[in-house]
């Protein structure tokens, strides 16, 4: 614990939304306290924090202040801007560092560095202009998924084409963004594992769960998933592949598709993860400590399961159920408080604990 | 659901020390925001609040303030000053109620307020003056434990009379102070329940816990307590008994002992207790958010256990452990960012969840 954060020392969180919040809450039971920066007014991680800053990415003095009050930075988000980063970076360490977000940034880059590691990705090709587009097509096959480079998340920015007569309409959608043609996977199921790494090295993954997505949102985790053991082994080796490769530190959401061939890597995410919330009513340390203990130096714990648990997304009009859950038996309720509820908007979660059969 | 408070509405919380704090993380998971009003600077609680009044108890202004800011007032500790309680009550909901704050802070109120509920206590008298002491030791007997009726916790206030002789040393500890003599109770162990009653009347209990103390402060919680399954019922039922007589809106701790002749009522505190704390990982709704479903009007929610947890306190030196209990498996830890680390002053705690054998 030689390089530990003491108690009391004050972490920086990048980004005011529910991730900010649970890691807030988090640090809080290891005796720190921390400082959130959002541009957008009222964050819900302000709800449960020492301090607010309310100031644009830009806010050159908003962002040295800011600083100045932490002891070391993280984010909930891998969407920071670049000039944001360059500021603070002299100036406190960022954990997860810049390499994890320059790789998850870009959906190309992410792409070469998982293929540079030797790890299986569904097939891609870059793509800027409609000339690229044939060839990529060509490469590729059809049907295919056409997405920015940056900044897409949750089918934002993004284009299905079920032949090479849907090229142009595709990359309208684009907008003039640099491309991305990712082909499609035959698989069976998602799984995605949350791993972590500390500041010494040290390597530490929860069991893998199983992700149910409808409209392009993370409906429901279920843990444990359906893999044969040699795939859950192949399934940590990966994510323990990527944070070493990185220099990692931190917690990074690795998603996973099951297909015959063995798994293949979907995407990464440099953070705590939608798929990882389940750890907090199955496990004694959760993705959100167990973050908070990475980049404050402090050893990785036992994130070992205890209970089965089935993670479920409210998302908007899930909201009407509370009543109903509110009386379940076995169900923890984790709202994020957001003023508005609409719809697509991710407004809490619960874990449905699985007791031990007879 | 009719009346409870909406999602976003702001509770406020008397006392910001580590109750208060869990309280407040509690409120969050629920999606309300909290206000923590405390005369000591930098509470603990503030680290997880939207915002914290540092004010004396009799600072009419900032309790009106603070009033104006919240939807309903809640406490953390039972030794709230009166006056403060007479200004704030005609502003806010206070929850739980008046009643049951007058009861808890007086020791011979509540052993009086016991007794009319039929429930046993240890043998006590009040005593005011020497003459009285001599007369209420005809009737306790020796040895026993004479206490100051207000304001006395944790062992301070308190003299132990081995017999008669004991006497004018044991009433001088008491600097005038109206006390109540107390006869000892030969029993096994001591348990406690925690019960909650909502605002419609519905009432819920934790499985019972073994409280282990030394010198005075609780060490260890272990759930399940050894009782027989007609004792667990008798204690919950006492539960009941108490939170219906006070009309009681929120948590109630109540501390038993186990005689061969059955249970015997120790005391009641009218708040979060300390021996609830391994609800936190062995429920999935905690005593902290059973008790802001109760104050918000929000249903009672499913408190079974579905971990067995043995809750030790981190107190003073005990903090020395930290780096061991960082590693250690299926323990969960819960520090109270406190600055100073104190011999006596409680730090934290941990769950050990006990996993299922086999």
Chains 1, 2 share one sequence.
């Not at 100031?55 to 002891?71: E, H, K, Y």
């Not at 603070?88 to 960022?94: G, K, S, V």
């Amino acid at each position: 614990m030689t390089d530990a954060l003491e108690a009391g020392s004050v972490i920086g969180i990048l980004g005011g939304g529910q991730l900010g919040r649970m890691l807030s809450m988090a640090a809080a039971r290891l005796g720190y306290r921390c400082h959130i920066y959002d541009p957008a007014p009222l964050p819900p991680a302000g709800h449960v924090a020492q301090k607010v800053v309310t100031a644009p990415w830009d806010d050159a003095t908003a962002l040295q202040n800011f600083a100045a009050g932490v002891d070391v930075i993280t984010f909930e988000f891998e969407n920071i801007p670049t000039a944001t980063l360059d500021l603070l970076e002299p100036l406190r360490p960022i954990r997860p560092g810049r390499q994890a977000l320059a790789v998850s940034q870009d959906r190309l880059s992410e792409k070469d560095f998982l293929r540079e590691l030797g790890l299986p990705t569904a097939p891609y090709a870059p793509v800027a202009t409609a000339a690229e587009l044939d060839a990529a097509l060509a490469k590729v096959g059809a049907p295919a998924i056409l997405k920015t480079r940056r900044l897409g998340y949750d089918g934002k920015g993004q284009a299905r084409l079920q032949s090479a007569d849907d090229a142009a309409g595709a990359l309208a959608v684009m907008q003039g963004a640099e491309a991305i043609l990712e082909g499609f996977v035959t698989f069976s199921h998602e799984v995605s594992v949350i791993a972590a790494r500390g500041l010494n090295g040290d390597v530490a993954a929860f069991d893998p769960g199983e992700n149910l997505h409808r409209d392009g949102i993370l409906r429901e985790t279920r843990v444990p998933a359906r893999l044969s053991p040699a795939q859950r082994s192949d399934a940590v080796l990966i994510a323990a592949k990527i944070l070493n490769a990185l220099d990692y530190v931190g917690v990074l959401g690795v998603e996973l598709f099951v297909t015959a061939q063995g798994l293949v890597v979907n995407e990464i995410a440099p953070r705590v993860h939608n798929s990882g919330h389940w750890t907090q009513d199955g496990c004694a340390v959760d993705q959100f400590e167990q973050h908070i203990r990475a980049v404050t130096g402090l050893p990785l714990g036992d994130g070992g399961r205890y209970a089965d648990v089935v993670m479920e997304n409210l998302i908007g009009d899930d909201m009407d159920r509370l009543p109903e859950l509110l009386k379940a038996r076995d169900v923890a309720l984790h709202l994020y408080g957001k003023p508005e509820c609409r719809a697509g908007r991710k407004m809490g979660h619960v874990n449905h604990i699985q007791r031990p059969k007879g």
